[in-house]
């Protein structure tokens, strides 16, 4: 019956459709090409093998491709046998909300579009990935399949089908799959409600606490909206750029002091408001502000750690924590003293999962502005913020205050990372190879007060499933707990990205006032010296410092 065709399309691998740390991203272009979404897609199912009539969960950040990207996969989804496909209203689905709809409906698996906080637009990236029946990003052996069945690809199926309507809610018919458009917004705010108490936090708000939430033009705005305007009853004016665009407004959404300057600016000087608060491109990354404060997202994690008992949906207490290996211990004080397990995992939120199933996580974080929780299987920018203002409704201080009495009783974990962007491939690559011929003779040496006591390429082996991952990144670590940690990004699209994470524990309050580039110069002028950075790759200062 014409419409309702199956075709088969003759098609030949690509050779570069291998998933980094978070799925598959490249520019729009790259994804324009002739059969080249197509080709990932049938690898993923190729590789995923879903039982006949499954069901999916489909939607994306909202980004430029993401509508033409949603209808192609629909349509292959009929013709590899689903029965169901669950998609965001329009296309668009958070990260967490994703998470949360695969969750909350048990779904086989959940394609997500995105390419996080990479810009948008017809000259930006565009991404895509796989995520499990837990809800969480597709485990290293899945990602390695998908991209196995990518070199092997000879054809892909696709229903010759009109496109499916997506703006309205409701079911539709594709073949013999049904396409169900639904509102995530609700369900995801009823998870949040849960959680948090609303009702502290609806009196801290109609106390006068003045908050600002920047949603950067991408996929929260209306997220923020149905939960601090609806829900909170915030006033208007605490909502910055929440119409999502195609192109986020030609922005770079990015929570960090570079990205975010418009909000930076706004909680810094006289007279700001009291919270401030951003999150990305998809919704999963945050940054917490306080009046001309910056909560580092390490200590984010640790600070949301020790006062997780004030909010319902922690009372009952943490079973363990997690971190990626660059994000600071500050966690790790915090762990001991509450005498639960901490766990230190390579980059990635996929290597939480695990974790979070055997029950052996509640909390989990990374430095790259990344805090989340067994609730779902991503991280999630709006649940951090909720529980910092939840932290702020009960304590009844600042932020700047909240974190300073951390500090006070925890010692303070001094932390920055240098991005440096768009390397070229060899001379980052040539960087870290002599970083690691450096690494047989660095032990025992002494930097001005730093002495080096130990150096490895961080490995991992996951201990429920006992898988290993190696190469997650070099160390060097002191004597006194300070460490320089180099790792390549696999998140970018141009060249290379070199990431440097610096890391002091100083635990005298007189030095807490520090700014932490001052704290760490020592170790930044360290880092640059023994990676030869300057001289290798022409770079005397960082792109990005966050
Ligand atoms: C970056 C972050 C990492 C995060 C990932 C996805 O990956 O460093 O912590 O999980 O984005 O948001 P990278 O580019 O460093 O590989
Ligand atoms: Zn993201």
């Known amino acids: 019956m014409p419409g309702n065709t199956i075709l088969t399309i003759a098609s ?39 039982p006949q009539k499954a069901l999916l969960v489909l939607g994306g950040d909202g980004r430029y491709f993401n509508r033409e990207a949603i209808q192609i996969i629909l349509k292959m989804a009929a013709a590899n046998g ?71 690809l000879t054809q892909y199926r696709i ?58 033009h991408a996929v929260t705005g209306p997220y923020a909206r149905e939960i601090f305007i609806n829900r909170l009853k915030a006033p208007e004016s605490s909502l910055m750029n929440c119409i999502p665009l195609p192109d986020f407004g030609k922005g770079h959404p990015d929570p960090n002091l570079t990205y975010a300057h418009e909000l930076v ?146 010692g303070r974990n001094v932390y920055s990372r240098h991005d440096y962007e768009a390397i070229p491939n060899d001379a980052a690559n040539g960087v870290m190879a002599h970083l690691k011929a450096e690494f047989a003779h660095l032990p025992g040496k002494t930097f001005g007060s730093y002495k080096a006591e130990h150096c490895d390429d961080f490995s991992y082996t996951d201990p429920v499933d006992g898988s290993t991952s190696a190469g997650q990144g070099l160390r060097i670590i002191f004597t006194d707990g300070s460490r320089i940690v180099f790792r390549l990004s696999g998140t970018g699209t141009e060249g290379a990205t070199l990431r440097i994470y610096l890391e002091a524990y100083d635990p005298v309050v007189a030095n807490h006032h520090l700014d932490a580039q001052t704290a760490l110069s020592e170790l930044i002028a360290i880092a640059g010296r023994l990676s030869e950075l300057e001289k290798r790759t022409g770079r005397a200062k960082p792109t990005v410092i966050t």
């Open 265 to 410: 600016e706004m909680l810094y000087g006289e007279n700001t408001p009291d919270f401030g608060a951003a999150s990305d491109g998809d919704g999963d990354r945050n940054m917490i502000l306080g009046r001309n404060f910056f909560v580092t997202p390490s200590d984010s994690l640790a600070i949301l750690t020790a006062n997780a008992k004030l909010v319902p949906g922690y009372r009952a207490g943490l079973a363990g924590v997690a971190r990626s290996m660059p994000t600071s211990a500050a966690v790790d004080l915090v762990a001991k003293e509450l005498d639960i397990p901490c766990f230190e995992t390579p980059t990635g939120w996929k290597f939480f999962g695990n974790l979070m199933d055997a029950g052996k996580v509640t909390l989990c974080g990374e430095e790259s502005f990344g805090t989340g929780s067994s609730h779902i299987r991503e991280k999630d920018g709006l649940w951090a913020v909720l529980f910092w203002l939840n932290i702020v409704a009960i304590k009844k201080q600042s932020v700047e205050a909240i974190v300073r009495e951390h500090w006070a009783h925890f």
């Open 82 to 152: 689903f029965g169901r496909v669950l998609v965001g209203k329009g296309g668009i689905l958070s990260t967490p909300a994703a998470s949360c709809v695969i969750r909350k409906h048990a779904a086989f698996g959940g394609i997500i579009l995105s390419a996080s906080h990479n810009p948008g637009g017809p000259d930006g990236d565009f991404g895509i990935k796989y995520n499990t029946s837990n809800g969480g990003p597709a485990p290293e052996k899945i990602t390695d399949s998908i991209f196995e069945a990518s070199l092997k």
């Open 12 to 50: 030949s691998p690509y050779k570069d459709q291998r998933p980094g740390t978070s799925g598959l991203r490249k520019r729009v272009q790259v994804f324009q090409q002739a059969h080249y979404l197509e080709n990932f897609v049938q690898s993923i199912f190729d590789s995923i093998k879903p």
């Open 159 to 216: 229903a010759d089908a009109p496109d499916v309507q997506l703006d309205k809610t409701g079911d539709y018919t594709l073949c013999d799959m049904t396409v169900s458009v639904i509102d995530a917004v609700s369900d995801y705010a009823d998870l949040m409600e849960s959680l948090f108490d609303f009702g502290a936090i609806r009196d801290l708000l109609a106390g006068g606490f003045n908050i600002r939430f920047d949603a950067m």
